[in-house]
């Protein structure tokens, strides 16, 4: 997906919830529209995208519409229940901003295109503080992944910094406004930055005064948002 190449996403906003790229998500659909979103999806080769679930309805006037940044991913049916609904891996592609509602009915469709980072390749051979967040996710895959072979693979696809902070955000951060802004802040290095600053002393669980003090400085930096965020 290039700039302004729009295509076509199912979209499935759930409460507290902020997807990122380069990971994974099980997911248990029961209900039956969204069990037919998943089949629809994997027939057509659609993504399929999770959404914060936005009660302010950002888009749209309903209480469930979604946030306009989120993750598309392809999804992957694991198990068909008895009953009809399905355990699902989906697997995180990019992240992307939702421009119009195409379809309500069974289930959400809008038209969405790429928001890729922006970064600079000699950022890439700075470190920013990445090594430590690697330090800090292989400490919290240790105590969080049994399996040592799971465990191995999940820690080898940390392999560049966009991965360990895309792991970082999605599976240790708690505070849910916080994943969102960092899935909606397009700067690597701010992000880099923002994590090193939750994680003091390399410990594994962020700190709620650092968490908050960013949720209101963000809110008083809204004006700036377009340097964040691609319109």
């Known amino acids: 997906m290039g700039h302004q190449s729009f295509i076509n996403v199912a979209v499935l906003p759930i409460p507290n919830l902020v997807f990122y790229p380069n990971t994974s998500l099980p997911l248990y659909i029961i209900d039956p529209r969204h069990v037919k979103m998943v089949h629809d999806c994997i027939a057509t080769c ?32 694991m198990e068909t229940m008895e009953d009809g609904s399905v355990k699902v891996l989906l697997v995180g592609e990019s992240r992307i901003k939702l421009i119009s509602l195409k379809q309500s009915l069974p289930y959400t469709i809008y038209s969405a295109e790429e928001i890729p980072d922006i970064y600079e390749d000699s950022d890439l051979h700075e470190d920013f503080g990445i090594t430590r967040l690697l330090v800090i996710l292989k400490k919290w895959a240790k105590e969080n992944i049994e399996d040592s072979n799971e465990r191995e693979r999940f820690i080898s696809s940390a392999c560049n910094p966009k991965n360990i902070v ?49 949720k209101f400085y963000e809110k008083m930096d809204l004006t700036d948002l377009d340097r964040k965020i691609a319109h």
């Open 46 to 77: 659609r993504l399929l995208a999770v959404s914060l679930m936005d009660t302010k309805g950002s888009i749209g006037s309903g209480k469930s519409s979604p946030r306009v940044i989120c993750t598309a991913g392809t999804p992957q049916i």
């Open 166 to 214: 895309d792991a970082v955000s999605m599976y240790m951060i708690a505070d849910s406004e916080i994943r969102q802004l960092l899935l909606e802040n397009v700067h690597l290095i701010e992000r880099i930055q923002m994590l090193t600053s939750l994680f003091k002393n390399n410990v594994h669980i962020e700190d709620a005064k650092t968490a908050e003090a960013i």
